[in-house]
Protein backbone atom coordinates (compact mmCIF):
# COMPACT_ATOMS: atom_id res chain seq x y z
CA UNK A 1 0.00 0.00 0.00
CA UNK A 2 1.06 3.58 -0.18
CA UNK A 3 3.49 4.94 2.23
CA UNK A 4 4.75 8.17 3.05
CA UNK A 5 6.81 8.55 6.41
CA UNK A 6 8.27 11.09 7.36
CA UNK A 7 10.86 11.52 9.95
CA UNK A 8 13.84 14.21 11.21
CA UNK A 9 12.01 16.43 13.03
CA UNK A 10 12.38 17.07 16.88
CA UNK A 11 13.76 19.61 19.33
CA UNK A 12 16.26 22.74 17.88
CA UNK A 13 17.17 26.09 18.82
CA UNK A 14 17.40 29.38 16.99
CA UNK A 15 19.42 29.19 14.09
CA UNK A 16 19.71 25.72 14.24
CA UNK A 17 19.38 23.62 11.38
CA UNK A 18 17.13 19.85 10.64
CA UNK A 19 16.80 17.79 7.88
CA UNK A 20 13.47 15.94 7.16
CA UNK A 21 13.13 13.25 5.13
CA UNK A 22 9.96 11.39 3.59
CA UNK A 23 10.52 7.92 2.44
CA UNK A 24 8.01 6.80 0.11
CA UNK A 25 6.47 3.46 -0.76
CA UNK A 26 3.67 2.08 -2.89
CA UNK A 27 3.43 4.35 -5.74
CA UNK A 28 6.11 5.22 -8.47
CA UNK A 29 7.71 7.92 -6.86
CA UNK A 30 9.65 9.36 -9.94
CA UNK A 31 6.31 10.17 -11.89
CA UNK A 32 4.91 12.03 -8.45
CA UNK A 33 6.17 15.84 -7.54
CA UNK A 34 6.82 16.14 -4.10
CA UNK A 35 5.58 18.99 -1.66
CA UNK A 36 6.36 19.33 2.00
CA UNK A 37 3.81 21.21 4.31
CA UNK A 38 3.48 22.52 7.62
CA UNK A 39 0.68 23.47 10.30
CA UNK A 40 1.18 25.65 13.00
CA UNK A 41 -1.31 25.47 16.32
CA UNK A 42 -4.47 27.37 15.50
CA UNK A 43 -3.07 27.77 11.43
CA UNK A 44 -4.14 26.91 8.19
CA UNK A 45 -2.07 24.08 6.65
CA UNK A 46 0.50 25.91 4.32
CA UNK A 47 2.84 24.99 1.43
CA UNK A 48 6.21 25.05 2.45
CA UNK A 49 8.22 23.71 -0.69
CA UNK A 50 7.83 21.38 -3.99
CA UNK A 51 9.73 19.80 -6.25
CA UNK A 52 9.35 18.60 -9.94
CA UNK A 53 9.30 14.32 -10.17
CA UNK A 54 12.64 15.18 -12.15
CA UNK A 55 13.50 17.50 -9.33
CA UNK A 56 14.67 20.25 -11.70
CA UNK A 57 12.00 22.44 -10.59
CA UNK A 58 11.38 23.74 -6.79
CA UNK A 59 8.98 26.52 -5.47
CA UNK A 60 9.28 27.80 -2.27
CA UNK A 61 7.34 30.00 0.45
CA UNK A 62 8.61 33.25 0.97
CA UNK A 63 9.04 32.35 4.38
CA UNK A 64 11.63 30.28 4.15
CA UNK A 65 13.66 30.87 0.78
CA UNK A 66 17.15 31.15 1.17
CA UNK A 67 16.93 29.14 3.99
CA UNK A 68 14.98 25.77 3.26
CA UNK A 69 16.18 23.85 0.26
CA UNK A 70 14.11 20.90 -1.29
CA UNK A 71 15.63 17.96 -3.07
CA UNK A 72 15.12 14.50 -4.06
CA UNK A 73 16.76 11.00 -4.72
CA UNK A 74 14.61 9.16 -6.86
CA UNK A 75 16.97 6.13 -6.49
CA UNK A 76 16.22 6.63 -2.76
CA UNK A 77 12.08 7.45 -3.14
CA UNK A 78 12.90 9.66 -0.70
CA UNK A 79 12.57 13.76 -0.30
CA UNK A 80 14.17 16.04 1.61
CA UNK A 81 13.44 19.09 3.36
CA UNK A 82 16.78 20.96 4.42
CA UNK A 83 16.11 23.22 6.94
CA UNK A 84 18.74 25.90 8.06
CA UNK A 85 18.58 29.23 10.57
CA UNK A 86 15.35 27.86 12.25
CA UNK A 87 13.01 30.57 13.42
CA UNK A 88 10.26 30.61 16.28
CA UNK A 89 7.88 30.61 13.64
CA UNK A 90 9.01 27.60 11.88
CA UNK A 91 7.47 25.49 14.78
CA UNK A 92 4.84 23.24 12.99
CA UNK A 93 3.82 19.58 11.88
CA UNK A 94 5.26 19.04 8.64
CA UNK A 95 3.99 16.56 6.16
CA UNK A 96 4.90 15.27 3.12
CA UNK A 97 2.70 14.97 0.10
CA UNK A 98 2.86 13.20 -3.41
CA UNK A 99 0.57 14.76 -5.96
CA UNK A 100 -0.04 13.56 -9.38
CA UNK A 101 -2.91 14.86 -10.22
CA UNK A 102 -5.87 13.96 -9.68
CA UNK A 103 -3.87 11.41 -6.66
CA UNK A 104 -2.41 12.65 -3.61
CA UNK A 105 -1.00 11.06 -1.02
CA UNK A 106 0.06 12.70 2.73
CA UNK A 107 2.28 11.39 5.10
CA UNK A 108 1.54 11.63 9.33
CA UNK A 109 3.67 14.31 10.38
CA UNK A 110 6.51 14.86 11.35
CA UNK A 111 6.93 17.54 14.58
CA UNK A 112 9.56 20.08 14.58
CA UNK A 113 10.01 22.79 17.42
CA UNK A 114 11.81 25.75 17.86
CA UNK A 115 12.76 26.71 21.01
CA UNK A 116 15.39 27.87 23.33
Known amino acids: QVQLVESGGGLVQPGGSLRLSCAASGFDFGSYAMQWYRQAPGKERELVAGISSFGDSTIYADSVKGRFTIFRDNAKNTVYLQMNSLKFEDTAVYYC?????????WGQGTQVTVSS
Open 97 to 105: CARRNPQNY
